[in-house]
């Protein structure tokens, strides 16, 4: 009975990440409009870090999602 719940604390624990990735999503995407507005000329460069930055923040987010479903369902 204890360790269920504090599977289910160990979990929530883990979904915080999410909350970073939000942020970072945020940012990353802020970063890019302040930069387009400053030099629109360079909008494909700037695209291309864009996505790569999104993709590395969502992959943490991700991983901490994975690791609440494993302390879940493992």
Excluded: D, H
């Excluded at 204890?2 to 160990?10: K, N, S």
């Amino acid at each position: 009975m204890m360790v269920e719940g504090l599977r289910y604390v160990g979990a929530g624990c883990a979904t915080i990440s999410l909350i970073g990735a939000g942020i970072g999503i945020g940012s990353v995407f802020a970063a890019l409009i302040i930069s387009i507005a400053r030099n629109p000329y360079l909008l494909k460069s700037f695209m291309t870090y864009a996505i790569l930055g999104f993709a590395l923040v969502e992959a943490m987010g991700l991983f901490g999602l994975m690791m609440a479903f494993i302390i879940l369902f493992g």
